[in-house]
C-alpha cells in the first residue's frame, strides 16, 4: 500500500509535472509561474481540498518547494524580479518559477500569464486550471 504524499508535495506536482509548465511548446506564456501565484493556488486548494489543514506561511512554503525542485531533479529553477509584461502592456517583476529551457532561450521580458493557470468565475473568484489528484 502507498503512502500519501504531503498536500504540499501534490500541489507541486500538480503544478510542475503540468503540460504549461513542462511543454512550454514555443509560447511565451508557458513554462513558468508567479511564486505568489503558486502560493495563493495552494491556499485555495488547502482550504477546498485539505479542509485547510497544516496551512504554512509563505515563506515555508517556499523554501520546501526549493527542497522539493531539487529532490525530484526538475528542470526548473527559482527566479527573483524577472521581468513580465503585465496584460496592460507594462513591464514590472515578480519572482517566478521558470522551465529552465524557457529561462536559457528568452530575450526581454515573459508575457502575462495568469490566465492560463485560472479563469474568473461568473462571481469573480479564480477557478483554476490545475487539477490535484
Do not use: C
Not at 504531503?6 to 512550454?24: K, N, T, Y
Not at 530575450?107 to 495568469?114: F, H, Q, R, S, V
Amino acid at each position: 500500500m502507498a503512502t500519501q504524499k504531503p498536500f504540499v508535495e501534490q500541489i507541486f506536482e500538480a503544478v510542475f509535472h503540468d503540460d504549461r509548465m513542462m511543454l512550454p511548446g514555443g509560447t511565451d506564456d508557458h513554462g513558468y509561474i508567479k511564486q505568489n501565484l503558486l502560493f495563493e493556488f495552494y491556499i485555495d486548494a488547502n482550504k477546498k481540498l485539505n479542509h485547510g489543514n497544516g496551512a504554512m506561511k509563505n515563506r515555508t512554503f517556499y523554501a520546501k518547494l526549493d527542497s522539493w525542485l531539487k529532490r525530484e531533479k526538475l528542470p526548473f529553477s527559482m527566479v527573483a524580479t524577472a521581468k513580465i509584461r503585465n496584460k496592460a502592456g507594462k513591464v514590472s517583476t515578480a519572482d517566478v518559477v521558470i522551465n529552465d529551457a524557457i529561462a536559457n532561450a528568452r530575450k526581454g521580458p515573459l508575457a502575462y500569464n495568469d490566465p492560463v493557470w485560472y479563469e474568473d468565475d461568473h462571481l469573480g473568484r479564480k477557478a483554476w486550471t490545475v487539477e490535484v489528484r
